[in-house]
C-alpha cells in the first residue's frame, strides 16, 4: 500500500515536471528522480509507453544517407541492427574504425587535460595529463567542451550512419546527448566511483550508446559487460536503483545471458544501458573508450549546451541539414 501510494505521487511529480521541460528546457530535481523510480517499478514499461507517444509526435528525418563508419547500411539492415539492441540491448558492429581515426584519437588523448577519478590522495592536482607509464587513479575522463572542438570528434558525430541507426533504434529524431572519452587504467578492486559494478543507466527516457574501442579489449583489459535482455526488464530480486554485485546478478540470471563484449582496437558497439551493465575492472594494461549516446528527449539530466570554435565541413552540413539532433552544439 505504501509504496503503491509513493508510485502515484512519483507519477504526479514527474508529469509535472515533463510539462515544465516541455516550457521551459529545464527538468526539476525530483521529477527526474521520479524518472528513476518510475523506470524500475514498472519494470521497464513506463519508458517504453512514453517513447511510443514522443515517437508519435516526433516522427524520425528523411535521411539523405545511411553509409558511414559502420558500414553502407540498407534499410533492412537498420531494421535488423534495430530489433537486435531491442531484443538483447547491444550490437557489435561488423565494421571497425581505422587505424588513422584511432591514431588521432589517441593523440588527443595524450595532449587533452582530463578529470581524474576517484581523485588521486598524492596532494596532486584533480585534472592531469595521461602517462601510460605512471597512470594516478583509476578513469581519465576527458570534458565535453574540449572533445567536441576535435575535427575527427566532429566527423564522427556527424556520420550518417551512426545517425541512421539511432534513429532507427529511437523511433523518432535524435538529439545527440554525450560525448565522452576516457582511459582506465588496472586496478586492484572494482570500483562504483567509475562504474565497475553493474547498474543501469537513466539520464535520460530512451538512449542508445555508442562505444568505440580505441586500444584492444580482452576479458583483463576492461570489457564492457552486458546481460543481455535486461533492457527490457528485470527479475524482481534485482529490480531497485542502484549498483549491484556480480554474485546477485549471477543468481538472478543464467550465466549465458551475462556478456563481456570484447574486441580489437576499433570495434564499434551499440547499447541501450538501460539493461544491466558495468566496464569490467582491469587487471592490466589500460583502455581508452569513445562514447556518443543519442537520446528521444532531453527531459532528465540537465545537460550543457557548448560553442564550437571552428566546426569540420562534416559537422556543418549535418547540423544545417538536421538541427534538432545537434541542438547543444553552436557553431561561433
Not at 27 to 35: E, I, V
Not at 92 to 114: G, H, M, N, Q, W
Request: glycine share 6%; charged share 25%.
Amino acid at each position: 500500500m505504501v509504496e503503491n501510494v509513493k508510485i502515484a505521487l512519483a507519477s504526479l511529480v514527474f508529469w509535472a515536471g515533463y510539462y515544465w521541460y516541455k516550457i521551459f528546457n529545464k527538468t526539476p530535481l525530483y521529477s527526474y528522480l521520479s524518472l528513476r523510480k518510475l523506470f524500475y517499478t514498472s519494470n521497464t514499461q513506463f519508458n517504453r509507453r512514453l517513447s511510443e507517444r514522443i515517437a508519435k509526435n516526433n516522427p524520425g528525418y528523411t535521411l539523405s544517407a545511411t553509409n558511414g563508419v559502420l558500414g553502407n547500411l540498407s534499410t533492412s539492415d537498420l531494421t535488423k541492427i534495430s530489433q537486435q539492441i531491442q531484443q538483447e540491448g547491444y550490437y557489435v558492429f561488423p565494421a571497425f574504425l581505422d587505424d588513422a581515426t584511432i591514431a588521432s584519437l589517441t593523440e588527443l588523448s595524450y595532449r587533452t587535460k582530463a578529470n581524474l577519478i576517484p581523485k588521486p590522495k598524492d596532494g596532486g592536482p584533480g585534472e592531469d595529463f595521461f602517462k601510460r607509464d605512471a597512470p594516478r587513479t583509476i578513469k581519465y575522463q576527458f570534458l565535453e567542451k574540449d572533445l567536441v572542438q576535435d575535427p575527427v570528434i566532429q566527423k564522427l558525430i556527424a556520420d550518417p550512419s551512426i545517425l541512421a541507426v539511432s534513429q532507427a533504434f529511437l523511433g523518432s529524431k535524435p538529439i545527440l546527448d554525450l560525448i565522452s572519452m576516457w582511459w582506465s587504467t588496472a586496478s586492484a578492486k572494482a570500483s562504483s566511483e567509475v562504474a565497475q559494478l553493474y547498474h543501469w543507466d537513466m539520464e535520460r527516457i530512451k538512449f542508445l550508446k555508442f562505444f568505440f574501442y580505441l586500444t584492444d579489449v580482452d576479458t583483463e583489459t576492461g570489457p564492457h559487460c552486458y546481460v543481455k535482455g535486461s533492457n527490457n526488464g528485470f527479475p524482481e530480486s534485482v529490480r531497485r536503483d542502484g549498483r549491484i554485485e556480480d554474485a546477485e546478478i549471477a543468481k538472478a540470471y543464467p550465466a549465458d545471458k551475462i556478456i563481456e563484449i570484447t574486441g580489437k582496437r576499433g570495434a564499434i558497439l551499440a547499447v541501450d544501458t538501460s539493461g544491466f551493465h558495468k566496464g569490467k575492472s582491469l587487471s592490466r594494461a589500460d583502455r581508452l573508450l569513445l562514447q556518443f549516446e543519442f537520446t528521444n528527449s532531453l527531459f532528465g539530466i540537465n545537460a550543457e549546451n557548448f560553442d564550437i570554435d571552428k566546426a569540420s565541413p562534416e559537422f556543418t552540413a549535418a547540423a544545417s541539414a538536421y538541427p534538432f539532433v545537434y541542438q547543444r552544439y553552436k557553431v561561433k
